[in-house]
């Protein structure tokens, strides 16, 4: 790619745009995925505060959000800057595959497995899941794709082997040891989901560079003493709570005898329990899994490269 050619230029505004649209489809599928039962193509978007539909005008990326002012255009109710942000990340992410591996098969094969990864990095750091919706499937295109290269299928299936049960080996020796759990689950089909996109030989990377910024960002988050939201409840934990709060105010206290174990162990939840996080911090570990392996596109030849020049 030549900088100075004014055609790449254009080339790069182009994989920008589309890649923002398509980090505004990821917006919906962060907000939509967690909640039981909402679909992601149904109904069209509206404004959370006040319902009103957002018309095509108002949902170009990131452009919209800076000519609304932060504004939702009916009722003035603030928009989140996270929905321009993973617009803008994704049309970087998008623009910086490019730069790798021009215009190819590989460019959109990586960039798929990108947006995959910021849906879930977010998700994960919303509710502190990774949604089986993603990662399963993810898992099996990831496998599939792998025969599109050279040598590759191999790699990738005992990459999701590895990946899969080696992290499985790992969390479960953790929580014999320590009494509690490490990671989740969804953490283990991710690192299987990543080990069938890049291979088995990706996963010591990967493993490596996100336990690193992982222990970097919780040691920094404790020292600046920022504690990090805890994770969203879902709707039918909502659902729950405003039904159990209904039958507290109908019923009789005294005849809730029955309910107030129930009560006391909903406020443990809450309250009491760190959320699984890695390693026992209350930071979600699939973002950091998600970031090392978009750093293992770009950095992942030079590491080994060092490794085999010490080695
Ligand atoms: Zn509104």
Not at 48 to 62: Q, T
Not at 93 to 122: C, D, E, K, P
Not at 275 to 282: C, M, Q, S
């Amino acid at each position: 790619m030549d900088l100075l050619d004014p055609q790449a230029w254009w080339v790069g505004v182009f994989v920008f745009l589309f890649a923002a649209t398509v980090g505004s489809f990821l917006n919906v599928v962060i907000y939509r995925l967690p909640i039981p039962g909402k679909s992601i193509v149904r109904p069209r978007s509206a404004c959370p505060a006040c319902g009103a539909l957002i018309r095509w005008y108002d949902n170009v990326p990131i452009l919209s959000f800076l000519w609304l002012r932060a504004r939702c255009r009916s009722c003035r109710a603030p928009i989140s800057w996270r929905y321009p942000l993973v617009e803008a990340l994704t049309g970087a992410l998008a623009v910086a595959l490019w730069w790798r591996f021009g215009l190819s098969a590989a460019l959109g094969v990586h960039f798929a497995f990108s947006a995959a990864l910021v849906a879930i990095a977010f998700i994960d750091y919303d509710h502190r899941i990774i949604p089986d919706e993603i990662s399963l499937p993810g898992i099996a295109i990831g496998f599939a794709c792998s025969f599109l290269w050279e040598g590759m299928w191999l790699e990738s299936l005992i990459g999701l082997l590895v990946g899969g049960l080696g992290l499985f080996l790992m969390s479960w020796g953790y929580a014999l040891l320590r009494g509690r759990e490490g990671m989740g689950m969804g953490d283990v089909k991710l690192l299987g989901m990543l080990g069938a996109w890049l291979g088995w030989r990706s996963l010591l990377f990967i493993a490596l560079f996100a336990s690193l910024q992982g222990v970097l960002v919780s040691v920094v988050l404790t020292l600046a003493g920022v504690k990090l939201k805890p994770p969203l409840p879902e709707e039918w934990e909502l659902e729950e709570e405003q039904r159990r709060a209904a039958e507290a105010a109908g019923a009789a206290p005294p005849a809730q005898g029955a309910a107030d174990p129930e009560a006391t162990g909903a406020g443990a939840d809450g309250g009491q329990e760190p959320a699984v996080g890695f390693l026992g911090a209350a930071i979600p570990f699939g973002p950091f899994l998600a970031l090392a392996a978009v750093e293992y596109l770009f950095l992942g030849p030079w590491f080994y490269g060092l490794l085999a020049g010490q080695g």
